[in-house]
């Protein structure tokens, strides 16, 4: 397959623009960019210099990125956060008033917006509220085989807020019954904290699947808007013609780095299974609450519950400083508050709210 023949014609045919830093390198009498001979604000621990435009992709970011993630560096498209990855996909890919993007309800928000937005059709198949929100397989691949407008196919796992997985067995499945047709686009924002494995091993051998990955979960490093693109060089070459010229910022770069260094490998490691420990106690301190119906523990790093009157219940943690998540425009899930796993400080507020809510009931 060619993913190119799937892409909008006319961001194929577009002469892509050229940058300075993308012309020639950052080094030398460097005349080029229209910048500033010298920086106002000094003292940046590594980088060229503020006054300097950052490389549009940097490069020694890549290789720990792809080395991370186990891929060949032209695999790799460094983005801000995957919103932006999600964001470009949806833009190279779906025609306004023509394509379409496949989700799978209730799931990240992300898909709906990025789709709106550039005017695609949005294929909506939805989970099912009886089996905790399960993903309805045949009516996805149903979905593609029917439907010749569908660019992009979302999946999520674990997904976003039912903290499922996505059975490879599927996957292998809709990626070979999309190939020529459309994208898979697998969003594994919250894999660090389950033990599947990653889906980017798969990369090589299919040119219509796009892992997508970010700094902001696992890596604790949600500020710094960092995420990545995992896909075949054809597929990122044609995000790389749409991305902005310098999409990320030069201490971004340098955060990022220091982020990804190895020495903070056991830290990350220490982190992740805080988190698991402390997601064990969240749930030993929401089951057996007389007003939680339903109690989906799912693979991340967050729970969902069906309660009864859970917009009361949101906005009586809320008066109490404890902010969970309620879903207010979403049909499915307005009996659902999705909670995050804290620090153990955070979830001894959760606790007394909860208590408190409880003893007035
Ligand atoms: N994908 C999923 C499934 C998410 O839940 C989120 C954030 N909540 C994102 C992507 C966005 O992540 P980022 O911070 O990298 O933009």
Not at 269 to 276: F, K, P, Q, V
Not at 334 to 344: K, P, T
Request: contains cysteine.
């Amino acid at each position: 397959m060619n993913v190119t023949a799937l892409a909008r014609p006319e961001i194929v045919a577009m002469q892509p623009y050229a940058s300075a830093r993308s012309e020639a390198p950052g080094q030398g009498v460097l005349l080029n960019a229209n910048e500033a001979p010298r920086p106002l604000l000094t003292g940046l621990d590594s980088g060229p210099g503020l006054h300097r435009y950052p490389e549009p992709q940097p490069q020694e970011l890549v290789a720990r990125l792809a080395e991370r993630y186990a891929v060949p560096r032209d695999c790799v498209l460094v983005t801000r956060g995957s919103d932006e990855g999600i964001d470009l996909l949806t833009r190279v890919f779906c025609r306004a008033g023509r394509d379409a993007v496949v989700q799978c309800p209730p799931t990240f928000g992300m898909y709906r917006i990025a789709a709106c937005i550039q005017g695609a059709d949005i294929v909506s198949v939805a989970r099912d509220p009886a089996r905790r929100f399960a993903m309805d397989e045949p009516a996805v691949l149903a979905a593609v085989a029917r439907d010749d407008r569908v660019r992009l196919i979302f999946l999520t796992s674990p997904n976003n807020p039912t903290g499922d997985l996505v059975r490879e067995d599927f996957l292998q499945k809709l990626l070979t019954a999309a190939a020529g047709r459309a994208l898979v686009v697998l969003d594994e924002a919250y894999a660090e904290f389950c033990a599947q494995p990653s889906a980017t091993r798969l990369i090589e051998a299919h040119e219509n699947l796009v892992v997508l990955r970010t700094l902001s979960k696992a890596w604790a490093s949600a500020g710094l808007r960092c995420g990545v693109v995992l896909a075949q060089p054809s597929v990122i070459g044609l995000l790389r013609r749409v991305i902005a010229p310098y999409p990320l910022a030069t201490p971004i770069i340098a955060l990022a780095l220091r982020t990804l260094d190895d020495g903070m490998r056991e830290r990350q490691a220490r982190l992740i299974e805080e988190i698991a420990r402390n997601k064990k106690a969240l749930i030993e301190l929401l089951e057996n609450r007389t007003f939680v119906n339903e109690l989906i523990a799912g693979e991340a790093n967050f729970v969902l519950l069906r309660v009864n009157d859970a917009r009361a219940l949101l906005r009586y943690c809320a008066d109490r400083g404890v902010i969970l998540r309620g879903f207010a425009t979403d049909p499915e899930l307005q009996d659902c508050l999705r909670i995050s796993v804290g620090s153990a400080a955070d979830q001894a507020a959760l606790a007394q709210a909860l208590d408190a809510w409880e003893n007035e009931r």
